[in-house]
């Protein structure tokens, strides 16, 4: 099999400084992005991206207002530190419930992907289709004899639950 060296850069060949810089940034945001969006630090960002969003309209609110700089900084200080400890717990709770949220719903839609492909496939194959039509059988038969007499019952009981009837024996003289 023949490759064009053009479209394959090889290791013993020098790479051009700023293809290396631009290979090295994109890691870098994939590395970020990957960081920022895990399960267990979402919701630390989104307390943070919640005070940020509170001071910079606490800001642009001040600066509309004329205040002096040490005003503003003791005001926007103030604002973050009220904001980071009255809202700190609620945005953490409501972003696990997101999280949680999105994540049913994901295996929901997985589960769902899962059974089309599996029904498609069935449609067009009749043993697997015969399968799963077996399994289900199965199963419904299996709900239907499933013992619900507790455990102190004799098998006498246990029988006519599950409406079997009792042996009848034959006395042959």
Do not use: C
């Amino acid at each position: 099999m023949a490759t064009s060296s053009s479209s394959v850069i090889r290791q013993s060949e020098p790479v051009h400084a700023g293809v290396e810089r631009v290979i090295e940034g994109a890691n870098a945001v994939r590395d970020t992005v990957k960081e920022a969006s895990a399960g267990r630090r979402l919701p630390s960002y989104m307390v943070g991206l919640t005070v940020m969003l509170i001071v910079t309209l606490t800001a642009r609110a001040l600066d509309e207002s004329q205040v002096g700089f040490a005003t503003e900084l003791l005001a926007l200080s103030a604002v973050a530190l009220f904001a980071f400890v009255f809202l700190s717990s609620a945005v953490r709770t409501l972003t696990r419930l997101t999280q949680s949220a999105v994540s049913s719903v994901a295996e929901a839609v997985a589960r769902t992907l899962v059974q089309e492909r599996l029904w498609a496939h069935a449609a067009q194959d009749s043993r697997v289709m015969n399968d799963i039509l077996w399994a289900q059988s199965r199963d419904e038969s299996v709900l239907v004899n499933e013992v619900r007499a507790p455990s102190h019952a004799s098998q006498r009981e246990i029988n006519a639950e599950r409406r079997i009837p009792a042996p009848i024996f034959t006395k042959y003289y």
